[in-house]
Structure formats: structure tokens, C-alpha cells
């Protein structure tokens, strides 16, 4: 089914308000993008932040060899 198949069927308020929605939706990716790599930043600094916390507190994870 192309373009003109759809506009002679339905009208071009349809197809207008589907290029619309298509746009919308690919706007709203676009928007996300940076929230998302924030959020990955963050995370990786947290998880970094718990490590050093966690070894700081509790030491090292291997023991020391008894001799």
C-alpha cells in the first residue's frame, strides 16, 4: 500500500495526522536521549562511589594468607 493509496482511502487529515505522530514520536526519542545518559553517568558513579565505600568499610574481599 503506498502513499497515494492511503491518501485517496482516507483523506490527507490521516496521513498528515500519522506523519504528525510519526514525528512526535521520534521528537520525544530525541528528547530522551540526554536523561538517558545522565542517568547511565550516574549510575556509573554511584556504582564506583559503592565500591569505594564498601571496601573502606568491610576491607578487602580476599583474606589475608594464614602462614
Not at 503506498?2 to 483523506?11: A, I, K, P
Not at 514525528?23 to 542517568?39: D, I
Request: glycine share 8%.
Amino acid at each position: 500500500m503506498s502513499v497515494f493509496d492511503v491518501l485517496e482511502q482516507h483523506g490527507p487529515w490521516r496521513l498528515a495526522a500519522f506523519a504528525v505522530s510519526v514525528l512526535l514520536f521520534l521528537a520525544l526519542g530525541l528528547l530522551r536521549t540526554p536523561f538517558v545518559a545522565v542517568a547511565w553517568l550516574l549510575r556509573g558513579l554511584q556504582t564506583g562511589l559503592d565500591k569505594r565505600i564498601t571496601t573502606c568499610f568491610a576491607g578487602p574481599l580476599t583474606p589475608e594468607p594464614v602462614t
